[in-house]
């Protein structure tokens, strides 16, 4: 299992965490926000609440939020952020999160056909389960698992979207193993009710294969999963011990 690290640990802003396989990849934890920043602008895919869907992306923001934040118009609140904080509304994913982000977890690896760096901010208050009939929110609400994936390495259309269902079984698999039920039925729950994840992809052919498939039968998609695994798992803990402390 890849070393899972809490690099904002003890910090409180201004902390830069660089990436040890994608060369010029940086997370910054800001006031507010993490910042995860590309070298280059890379091939993007996403559930984001601001900038989602597929494009470009040179930044990632996960911002923080408190519990009680009136959440009518997210995309209006995030464009304004980005705006504050001097980031171009182009080529930005935006993310929310109410947990603390001293306790985003980062696992990497590089497989030697692809380096993969994986951030997670994740608590498991609204733990939910997929499958069955529970209650359903009118309005977003901070997610509450966030990954943030970024591959340096060739991926096509099908890796890409590949990765992400494999990064959401990850996600599901350390709840199951840590035990984390749907408060509403007592069912093992496979997230939270407004996880989101964003995947950056460079296109570099530093590797030379093209990945056509990310699967967990494949070494791109087995890397994946263990690091989306490990570090849901480490920062879902964090936050566990920073209650009990």
């Given amino acids: 299992m890849s070393e899972v690290r809490l690099p904002f640990m003890q910090q409180t802003g201004g902390a830069v965490y660089r990436s040890a396989v994608w060369e010029g990849l940086t997370l910054e934890l800001k006031e507010d926000h993490l ?18 869907g597929m494009g470009r992306l040179k930044w990632v923001v996960n911002q923080f939020v408190s519990r009680d934040y009136e959440c009518s118009n997210p995309v209006r609140d995030m464009e304004h952020k980005l705006q504050e904080w001097g980031y171009a509304a182009a080529g930005s994913a935006g993310l929310m999160t109410a947990v603390p982000l001293v306790h985003a977890a980062v696992a990497e690896e590089d497989t030697g056909s692809a380096g993969i760096f994986c951030c997670v901010t994740a608590a498991a208050g609204n733990a939910a389960r997929a499958g069955v009939l529970r209650s359903v929110l009118a309005a977003y609400r901070p997610g ?13 259309p099908a890796a890409m979207v590949n990765a992400m269902l494999t990064a959401a079984e990850a996600k599901a698999a350390a709840l199951a193993d840590l035990g984390i039920t749907d408060p509403e039925n007592g069912l093992m729950a496979t997230g939270t009710t407004t996880d989101a994840m964003v995947l950056a992809v460079s296109q570099s052919g530093r ?14 998609g087995g890397a994946i999963g263990r690091l989306v695994y490990g570090a849901v798992t480490g920062s879902l803990k964090s936050v566990q011990a920073g209650k009990d402390s």
């Fill in 35 to 52: 910042l995860l920043e590309f070298p280059a602008e890379a091939d993007g895919l996403s559930s984001a609440v601001y900038g989602g």
């Fill in 207 to 220: 590797y030379g294969a093209e990945h056509v498939y990310a699967g967990t039968a494949t070494d791109l």
């Fill in 144 to 156: 509450t698992i966030n990954i943030m994936l970024g591959i340096d390495g060739r991926l096509n």
